[in-house]
């Protein structure tokens, strides 16, 4: 007999409806005839979708929810959002939306048949927008402290391994940040932080989306310069991935749980560098505990590192819940009393990171996708 009670932080917080469900907002009205077949976050070059379904069982004759309604509100172009309601009262019911995932909708499929009536609908991150936006021209500094925009002139930094950054941040649609020098006036090296928000600042309208303060970016590539770059042509998301490569970073977009503001943010991250999240699985003829095993399937793919990946191992893993709080980029560990399935504790001179989540609400599981590579000697 024992009286060992086992507890685990999500049990923090009281979910107001069940764990495998999620509630629907389209241009924040509730849709119960919208259900969640699928949440997909990762960088790129994937990044954040999600697949809605429309579900006949929650007509409503009263509101008319048929499936032309259906399409008619989540039309392309429409934001949709996903949550779980929780409750978040100490000592009394408090109800509280925790965001799962934000966009706008993509992509609708219709199928309409003797007994079938089938409407799919794709939603995307902000990753979609910024990958229609095309890059071209400079803003270069004018005299004065002004700034004007030439179509004429290529977007490339560093060119020729030449700074030509401005000295100074100008001010822009009330945005302070650097910019091309002018003809003729002092340059300095651009850093990759400066291109990152050069790219978000430039063509994204205010407000849109959360971006990190300079000085954070700053600090979090270590000011590292940037090599020349040539994005002239290219769409904003790809510009923003060439620019990342050069300091070894991702990126990838998050909701945001805060009002006022954008719905979205971006997030870099260095993988295998972020928090930590615990995959365990108990050893055999041990009573199962749920706050101890949190793997049911495993799938593992090993190769020699190369020139083109200096990834040596995909782990496929499926865990028997919806878990919402896995983020791409987080690092994975094993506790001491689990089995080291993952091997982390044998190999000290790796990292292992979570690359791709898929919460699956058709099978009520979640699948990770777990990237390992060497350390850097």
């Not at 507890?7 to 629907?24: D, H, M, N, S, T």
């Not at 409503?60 to 996903?82: C, H, S, V, Y």
């Not at 979090?220 to 090599?227: G, L, M, P, Q």
């Not at 970073?249 to 930590?276: A, H, M, T």
Request: glycine share 8%; net charge negative; proline share 4%.
């Amino acid at each position: 007999m024992s009286n060992r009670v086992d507890f685990y932080q999500g049990e923090c917080k009281a979910l107001a409806i069940p764990a495998g469900r999620c509630e629907v907002f389209v241009e924040g009205m509730p849709r119960a005839f919208l259900e969640v077949v699928e949440i997909v976050r990762a960088g790129q070059p994937e990044f954040g979708s999600a697949l809605l379904r429309y579900n006949p069982a929650a007509y409503d004759q009263a509101q008319n929810n048929t499936i032309e309604q259906a399409e008619r509100i989540a039309a392309i172009g429409k934001r949709l959002e996903i949550c779980q309601l929780v409750d978040a009262g100490i000592g009394e019911v408090k109800i509280e939306p925790q965001w799962v995932f934000v966009g706008l909708v993509e992509e609708t499929q219709t199928r309409l048949g003797a007994g079938e009536q089938v409407l799919e609908i794709t939603v995307k991150d902000f990753a979609a927008r910024l990958d229609r936006v095309t890059v071209g021209g400079r803003r270069i500094t004018t005299a004065g402290g002004a700034s004007t925009f030439n179509n004429g002139l290529e977007a490339v930094f560093n060119e020729d391994g030449q700074p030509n950054a401005s000295k100074e941040q100008v001010q822009h649609d009330g945005r302070s940040y650097t910019v091309f020098a002018g003809e003729g006036q002092e340059a300095k090296y651009w850093s990759v932080a400066e291109v990152l928000i050069y790219l978000l600042s430039e063509y994204l309208p205010f407000g849109q989306l959360q971006v990190p303060p300079a000085a954070y970016l700053e600090a979090f590539t270590s000011e590292k310069a940037a090599d020349e770059l040539d994005i002239e042509g290219k769409s904003v998301l790809d510009a923003l991935g060439n620019c990342c490569e050069q300091a070894e970073l991702n990126f990838c977009f998050r909701p945001r749980q805060q009002e006022p503001g954008p719905d979205e943010k971006i997030v870099f991250y260095q993988p295998g560098e972020g928090p930590s999240v615990e995959l365990n699985l108990q050893y055999a003829g041990e009573q199962l505990s749920i706050s101890r095993t949190n793997v049911c399937e495993l799938e593992s793919e090993k190769q020699n590192e190369s020139a083109e990946s200096e990834v040596i191992e995909t782990i496929d893993v499926k865990t028997p819940i919806i878990a919402t709080h896995y983020e791409v980029g987080n690092r994975v560990i094993t506790s001491p009393d689990s089995k080291d399935i993952l091997g982390v504790r044998r190999d000290n001179r790796s990292i292992f990171w979570i690359d791709r989540v898929r919460m699956d609400f058709e099978k009520q599981c979640t699948d990770l996708r777990i990237l390992r590579k060497s350390r850097v000697q």
